[in-house]
């Protein structure tokens, strides 16, 4: 149904007749109390960034939506924590098997609204849809103790609630899986949310929440506000004394604004902020293996993810080898539309991106650093840039210090052991590293060392469900995934019970 006046197709170039449908299917309204809703006059206009032009127009919330939105998820609050665990665990489960069943909407979709190649748009509904079945699994496995007190004179009994009315905010460039992680361990926790997706992809959170109404999640406990302006929509829902817990993945700096604002309220948090993910190649390596995993812990995503590899620190004996073999594979990635057949790189998120891929490899350049491959961005339309691999990065320049997100592979040498780890450890990130050796023992030393959350040692993705993804330092606060990912979502409750 649409509650937007829209034009999208007429000003697109080239949508194939299945592009078409799909967009045409997707919702273009708020979703707030299980209806459908128009939000302000002026629509949110959702892009394709390999091409640039508009393929929908979507209803736009204001601050008073987004209250709409929290008074919904409040008064459906205490059902929904009363309705029993397998419940919601079937729900979830039933949500599962609905997104295998809508794979190709949910993967072209992206692929329109983000740009991701399409197969790496398949392996995002994969990877998305396994919170589904993962905390369909745990939301019946919300456990707690029992036992005597110390001094014999009472019963103690510890019990999981969960933590009520959750704000999620989500970042554009895993529109499926950013979704899923929070909104799947909520809702197996027993909370309502409003989900907030990035203003330059919400299209793939609003066909989901149709998926979850299609499974059964009843009216006001999920609700979704896209908007224009996230901190005038946001601010008053932080502010709200209904809200319990908020849940950001984003960057630092609005990380430390919002973190800011939930004090406030002595809100719960977790945040997913940025990352500088360091990707350490030792001199015995398997280099064949450290090639495949630089491939994937940098390329993958257009390098738009907070795990990227960012600063590739390399043993000065097998540098030049390295980037020998780094180089020949990425001449052979293919940029592209994410639809065009044998795609690899598809185009970045905008031309602000593009910017600022041009102002690091030149900083860097401009300090010593030569370019091996690509360097710049193509003519015509889109956002797209070549993808680039430098070398002799010297100490000082920003690709070092930033995140990068984008496809440059940026490597510079260590001549030991210890300068590798001091190197690794420079940054006020810590979400991910990856070491590569084949002496277990200086393995196991880097993962001891690395002040970082995740490690990947020999392999360059370490992202699962069933694991407990988050930072150190600046990289954040809590987990998202795994045994942990659903106490985020729940609060621990005390009873005395004298004998
Ligand atoms: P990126 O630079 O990757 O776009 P952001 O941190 O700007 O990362 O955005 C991540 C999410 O945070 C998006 O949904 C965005 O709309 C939202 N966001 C940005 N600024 C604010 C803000 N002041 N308050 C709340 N949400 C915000």
Redesign the pocket.
């Known amino acids: 149904m649409s509650v937007v006046d829209t034009t999208p197709a007429s000003t697109a170039p080239a949508l194939t007749a299945r592009e078409e449908e799909l967009l045409a299917r997707v919702p273009d309204g708020l979703f707030i109390g299980g209806r459908w809703e128009a939000g302000s006059a002026d629509p949110i206009e959702v892009s394709d960034p390999a091409t640039g032009r508009v393929i929908k127009r979507i209803a736009n919330a204001r601050p008073e939506d987004g209250i709409r939105a929290l008074d919904a998820a409040a008064e459906a609050a205490e059902a929904w924590a009363a309705t029993p665990p397998r419940t919601r665990a079937e729900i979830l489960r039933r949500a599962f098997d609905l997104l295998q069943e809508r794979r190709d909407d949910f993967a072209l979709l992206m692929t329109l609204e983000m740009g991701k190649p399409l197969a790496e748009a398949n392996g995002e509904v994969t990877y998305g849809g396994e919170f589904l079945r993962w905390f369909s699994e745990e939301a019946v496995r919300i456990g707690g103790r029992f036992g005597q007190n110390p001094e014999g004179t009472g019963t103690m009994v510890v019990s999981q609630r969960p933590v009520g009315p959750c704000y999620l905010?989500?970042?554009?460039?895993f529109p499926l899986a950013m979704a899923t992680r929070k909104i799947a361990p909520a809702l197996a926790a027993g909370c309502t949310v409003v989900v907030?997706?990035?203003?330059?992809t919400p299209l793939t959170t609003l066909l989901f929440v149709q998926l979850l109404t299609d499974a059964g999640v009843p009216a006001g406990v999920v609700n979704v506000v896209p908007t224009s302006n996230?901190?005038a929509?946001?601010?008053p829902i932080i502010a709200d004394p209904r809200l319990r817990k908020l849940s950001?993945?984003?960057?630092t700096?609005?990380?430390r604004?919002?973190l800011a604002q939930a004090g406030q309220n002595v809100l719960r948090t977790s945040m997913e902020l940025g990352g500088n993910a360091p990707f350490v190649v030792f001199e015995d390596a398997d280099l064949e293996k450290a090639v495949e995993g630089a491939m994937l812990a940098k390329f993958r995503n257009i390098g738009q993810a907070c795990t990227a590899a960012n600063r590739f620190l390399v043993h000065e004996s097998i540098a030049e080898d390295f980037a020998a073999r780094v180089t020949a594979k990425v001449k052979a990635l293919k940029l592209g539309r994410g639809t065009g057949d044998g795609v690899t790189i598809g185009p970045l998120i905008d031309d602000r991106a593009v910017a600022s891929m041009g102002a690091l490899i030149g900083d860097a350049v401009a300090r010593g650093a030569r370019i091996l491959s690509g360097g710049n961005a193509p003519d015509g339309d889109g956002y797209f840039f070549e993808p680039t691999v430098l070398v002799d990065v010297q100490p000082g320049s920003d690709i070092l210090r930033e995140e990068i997100?984008g496809p440059v592979l940026a490597i510079s040498t260590f001549a030991t052991e210890e300068e590798a780890l001091a190197r690794a450890n420079e940054t006020e990130f810590g979400l991910v590293g990856y070491v590569f050796t084949s002496d277990l023992a200086r393995g196991h030393r880097m993962i001891d060392r690395l002040d970082t959350g995740m490690m990947g040692l020999n392999t360059g993705l370490v992202s699962n469900a069933a694991a407990p993804f988050g930072g150190v330092k600046q990289s954040g606060l809590g987990r998202e995934g795994g045994a942990e990912g659903i106490h985020e979502y729940l609060t621990t409750k005390y009873t005395l019970i004298p004998a």
């Open positions: 905010i989500t970042p554009w460039n907030k997706p990035a203003e330059l996230a901190g929509l946001s601010e950001f993945t984003g960057s700096p609005v990380g604004r919002l997100f």
